[in-house]
């Protein structure tokens, strides 16, 4: 009999974790507690280690057909539109950029559509010796295994690390947007205290997101769309082009937390992957990234270690908690940095930007970021 495992959440980590288990012959069940799986209107890119966990999941191609090569970091820019950094022509990237919806699909397509159930929140998990039990209301499904990757906001998290301090706001806060509009280079904006990003994602599609400092959380716009507008009034094109092709009523906007670092990723037969373990900054682009190395890690210590669940879940604990909960803090610090408004800081940061010239700044963010990019995957067999 095939072990088989209740993933919680079907979110990029939820349905990397099925799709890993399923290249080691385990058998899943994908509970979600949205109607329907999906994802947020919006963008994100993929480094290569990202890309190298998908490859390992089998999915490499629908990923890269999926993907857009994104150059942004590669051009910095002033709000008034001169280049701090340009991208040369000939410049190649290692990154991709996704619609969100795009990628997510790409894993949801590597599942089997029976191992899915929407519409199921988890309310409850008990342990066995052998085994572990987890309740949607009245419904309940036993397996030999929990993959927790229920987000920022884990009820898993939330019922067996009591102890746990929930998702920490330092004080950044996001709005984004799908844009349509043909024509437009990819590029990073820096402003004092805010910055906006522009990314392609294929088909017509740019994904933006502008970045600000925030006193508190939870401060709403009843038009959102306007409050961008009014933050980069001014800011050179083709800025406030994306906005003018932006629908309002589809921009997004979400205070961004993190986690403090939890003591273990494992309680039992249960083991937190993605957000819920390690949500992040955006300010890296590793979220979704290491939720993707989390589910091969995963998989590859549950095929090495075949029957004893527990030491396979140690292994990965070992692994990931380490990696992981350095990124959350450069994550944070990179954070914090972007949004600073602190005219010094902001104008000692665009100057040691400017002082690398245009052609060495891939060679050097590559060897910068090599600790996060390089990383290499286990092998996954079948
Ligand atoms: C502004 C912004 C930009 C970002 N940019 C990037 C980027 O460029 N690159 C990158 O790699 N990452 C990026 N990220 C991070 C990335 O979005 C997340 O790390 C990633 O989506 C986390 O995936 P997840 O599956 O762990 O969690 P989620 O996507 O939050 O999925 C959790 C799922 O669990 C479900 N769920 C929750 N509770 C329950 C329950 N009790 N029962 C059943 N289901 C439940 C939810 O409905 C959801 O579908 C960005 C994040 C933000 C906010």
């Given at each position: ?9 079907g979110g990029i980590g939820g349905l990397a974790a099925a ?87 790409v894993l949801m397509d590597a599942v089997p559509a029976e ?256 600790p996060v990019w390089d990383w290499t995957p286990p092998r996954?067999?079948?």
């Open positions: 009999m095939p072990k088989n495992a209740l993933v919680i959440g799709v890993g288990l399923r290249r080691i012959g385990w058998t899943a069940t994908v509970l979600e507690r949205r109607p329907e799986l999906g994802e947020v209107g919006a963008g994100m890119s993929q480094s290569p280690n990202a890309l190298r966990a998908l490859a390992e999941l089998g999915v490499a191609d629908e990923a890269r057909a999926a993907g857009v090569p994104f150059h942004g970091v590669f051009n910095l820019r002033t709000p008034s539109g001169g280049h701090i950094v340009r991208a040369l022509p000939g410049t190649t990237s290692p990154l991709l950029g996704f619609h969100r919806a795009d990628l997510h699909r191992w899915v159930r929407t519409g199921a929140q988890v309310t409850a998990v008990r342990q066995g010796a052998d085994e572990v039990t987890v309740s949607c209301g009245a419904q309940e499904w036993t397996a030999d295994l929990v993959v927790a990757a229920d987000g920022v906001r884990s009820t898993v998290r939330h019922l067996l690390w009591p102890e746990a301090p929930g998702p920490r706001f330092w004080g950044n806060t996001v709005w984004r947007g799908i844009a349509h509009a043909d024509g437009i280079d990819a590029g990073m904006t820096l402003g004092r205290g805010q910055y906006f990003l522009a990314m392609p994602v294929g088909r017509g599609r740019v994904y933006w997101a502008l970045g600000a400092r925030a006193d508190r959380p939870a401060v709403r716009y009843d038009d959102e769309l306007a409050e961008v507008r009014r933050r980069v009034h001014r800011w050179h094109d083709p800025i406030p082009r994306l906005l003018d092709a932006t629908a309002p009523e589809a921009v997004l906007h979400h205070d961004i937390t993190d986690l403090d670092p939890l003591s273990g990723y494992v309680r039992g037969r249960v083991v937190l992957l993605g957000d819920a373990a390690h949500a992040m900054h955006p300010d890296m682009a590793q979220g979704a990234a290491q939720a993707l190395e989390d589910a091969v890690v995963l998989a590859a210590a549950l095929a090495e270690t075949a029957d004893d669940v527990p030491a396979a879940l140690a292994r990965y604990d070992g692994q990931r908690r380490p990696r992981t909960q350095t990124i959350v803090e450069q994550a944070r610090a990179k954070g914090l940095e972007s949004t600073s408004g602190n005219a010094v800081s902001y104008h000692l940061r665009t100057l040691a930007l400017r002082m690398v010239p245009s052609s060495r700044w891939p060679a050097l963010a590559a060897r910068a970021l090599a996954l067999s079948r």
